[in-house]
């Protein structure tokens, strides 16, 4: 079980917008690489046989401080309430060498059967497997 996740990533000059930081989409990309991350480490199995598919309902990002080419980032991602098809996670961007916070999300997931692509209930067994986080990680 694994309540908090960590997916380092360095920032390279190709994530870099005309404002001379990070672009707002290399962000979105971060989010969801570090959600898939973590849904692997706890379900290993659904990477070679998925039984359930994921869909964005709504992201919601605050961009705290620039991040900038060859900054080294750690992006924590946790989970918050589930309901019947829904799932809140929560991101939170921080430059490790100074600590500052460098972006916060919310983002809520809808769980979808993917031979159908519509929405189905979340399983106890399922919430069950995500401990819930550390209350300093939470916003």
Do not use: C
């Amino acid at each position: 079980m694994v309540a908090v996740y960590e997916l380092p990533v360095t920032v390279v000059a190709a994530d870099i917008d005309a404002n001379g930081h990070m672009n707002n989409a290399v962000y979105f990309r971060h989010l969801q690489d570090a959600a898939v991350a973590h849904w692997y480490a706890v379900f290993p199995e659904e990477r070679a046989a998925p039984t359930a598919g994921w869909v964005i309902r709504r992201h919601e990002i605050d961009y705290r401080r620039p991040a900038l080419e060859g900054d080294r980032l750690l992006v924590r991602t946790w989970l918050g309430e589930a309901s019947a098809a829904t799932w809140e996670r929560f991101t939170r961007i921080v430059r490790p060498a100074d600590g500052q916070v460098i972006a916060e999300a919310r983002t809520v997931y809808v769980l979808i059967d993917p031979a159908s692509g519509r929405p189905r209930r979340i399983s106890s067994e399922w919430k069950a497997r995500f401990p819930a986080p550390p209350s300093e990680t939470v916003p």
